[in-house]
Nanobody, 112 residues
Framework: QVQLAESGGGLVQPGGSLRLSCTASARIFTIGTMAWYRQAPGKERELVAALTRFGRTNYADSVKGRFTISRDNAKNTVYLQMNNLKNEDTAVYYC??????WGQGTQVTVSS
């Protein structure tokens, strides 16, 4: 059983930055893939970014060049650095891992 806890969401103006954190209860280098998803009101949940245990990354086209996923194995934590945020990035962001484990989500609101 893996427990995931997100933090770092909040309200930010367009063009601003936020860094989300996801701390896992297990050593993340033993988990196949860590990922961030998001779900905006009235929309389906979508993949934002993924990071394999081998360091390979995958990003949604809408966030390429603006978001970066990374990890700190010593802290069992995965990060999502979000720069140049746009109104359409507003959503609840979820951390997920291989084995279908999910965090509770953290709200990100981009608004002036």
């Amino acid at each position: 059983q893996v427990q995931l806890a997100e933090s770092g969401g909040g309200l930010v103006q367009p063009g601003g930055s936020l860094r989300l954190s996801c701390t896992a209860s297990a050593r993340i280098f033993t988990i196949g893939t860590m990922a961030w998803y998001r779900q905006a009101p009235g929309k389906e949940r979508e993949l934002v970014a993924a990071l394999t245990r081998f360091g390979r990354t995958n990003y949604a086209d809408s966030v390429k060049g603006r978001f970066t996923i990374s990890r700190d194995n010593a802290k069992n934590t995965v990060y999502l650095q979000m720069n140049n945020l746009k109104n359409e990035d507003t959503a609840v962001y979820y951390c997920a891992s291989s084995g279908d484990y999910w965090g509770q989500g953290t709200q990100v609101t981009v608004s002036s």
